[in-house]
């Protein structure tokens, strides 16, 4: 059987991660695409050197060039910018919607049969876009942010309770960061629901409070220390787990961006709830029951969806 292809638009940071996760886990041959020259090239080439160290043998390209994604059954998309200090929200989606245009046309004419997974930020807005500009099924074209921000939940929940982070798996709804809807009533260790564990002594509803706070914040967190980047090596882990579910076919239940069509009273938007994927990319929406409280706080994150998407039809007329 031909290996699998992984295509990583955006060999930055995140782009670099997701190669060297890529190559370790063997999931298939690789290439790292950027607008930069070398950068991709020397990426490629200095990965293709653990090789011989770690044993895999996977072929590791860097290309400026987008013939080199055809035939993907994977593209993780990282290409873009981070904001600076200075730059508003309005121009970071401006220079980012640009960058999914390119991308999304490069896709549409190179590998549209692909599994695209979409990292760039302003996620929810960037996910939408990269579909309308790619005009991929929608099934096929998801935003990785619950993964990531559920992972940051449970590793601070796993710290407070002094469990390990394996038994916690916490449930994440709705935006990226500040509008994620964290759902306590679906978050549990080997079952417990957190509130029991709360209950019993293992923390206090205010030191969980802080914990959600401090998740929701969790980028910011780590942009702050670093001065210079924001964070990576979780969110390529992140990606990697996504492209695995589609790649073998796993049906896992994964908190992601993906579009609704109805689903939690939503229509025709790009927002993060359960869903399981597996070889059809986006099979299905999982919608749970929520309490009133997750209900309106999943609301809030519609609607800041909702507003960046008004502010990307006005940049983009295309997009209208
Ligand atoms: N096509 C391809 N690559 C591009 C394009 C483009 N049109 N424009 C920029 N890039 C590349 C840059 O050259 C750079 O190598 O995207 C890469 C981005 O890498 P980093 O700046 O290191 O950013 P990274 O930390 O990888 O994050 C990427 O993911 O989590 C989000 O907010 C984050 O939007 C950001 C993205």
């Not at 020397?42 to 044993?55: I, Y």
């Not at 564990?197 to 401090?214: H, N, Y």
Request: glycine content about 12%; overall charge negative.
């Amino acid at each position: 059987m031909a290996r699998k292809k992984i295509a990583l638009i955006g060999a930055g940071n995140i782009g670099g991660t997701l190669a060297h996760l890529a190559a370790l886990k063997g999931l298939g041959d690789i290439v790292l695409f950027d607008v930069v020259e070398g950068v991709p090239q020397g990426k490629a080439l200095d990965l293709s050197q653990c090789g011989p160290v770690e044993g895999f043998d996977a072929s590791i390209k860097g290309s400026n060039d987008y013939a080199d994604i055809a035939g993907a059954d994977v593209i993780i998309v990282t290409a873009g910018v981070a904001r600076k200090p200075g730059m508003s929200r309005d121009d970071l989606l401006g220079i980012n919607l640009k960058v999914m245009k390119a991308v999304g046309e490069g896709i549409r004419d190179n590998a549209p049969d692909a599994f695209v997974i979409c990292i760039t930020n302003p996620l929810d807005a960037m996910v939408w876009a990269l579909r309308e500009f790619s005009g991929l099924p929608h099934n096929k074209v998801v935003g990785m942010a619950g993964v990531l921000d559920s992972a940051r939940f449970s590793h601070f929940l796993a710290e407070e309770f002094g469990v390990s982070v394996k038994d916690v798996n916490t449930f994440v709804l709705g935006g990226h960061g500040d509008t994620m809807v964290p759902v306590l009533e679906y978050s549990t260790v080997s079952g417990i629901p957190v509130s029991d564990l709360i209950a019993m002594g293992f923390s206090t509803k205010e030191k969980v409070d802080e914990i959600i706070k401090r998740t929701r914040g969790g980028g910011g967190e780590i942009v702050a220390l670093l001065k210079t980047g924001s964070a990576y090596y979780a969110p390529a882990t992140s990606g990697i787990a996504m492209a695995e579910a589609y790649l073998y076919d796993q049906k896992r239940i994964l908190p992601a961006a993906a579009h609704l069509t109805g689903q939690y009273r939503i229509d025709d938007l790009y927002v993060g709830v359960p869903v399981v994927i597996g070889a059809g990319g986006v099979e299905k929406v999982v919608e749970v029951k929520l309490s009133v409280e997750a209900k309106g706080n999943l609301q809030v994150s519609v609607d800041a969806v909702k507003e960046l998407l008004v502010a990307c039809k006005g940049i983009d007329g295309s997009l209208a």
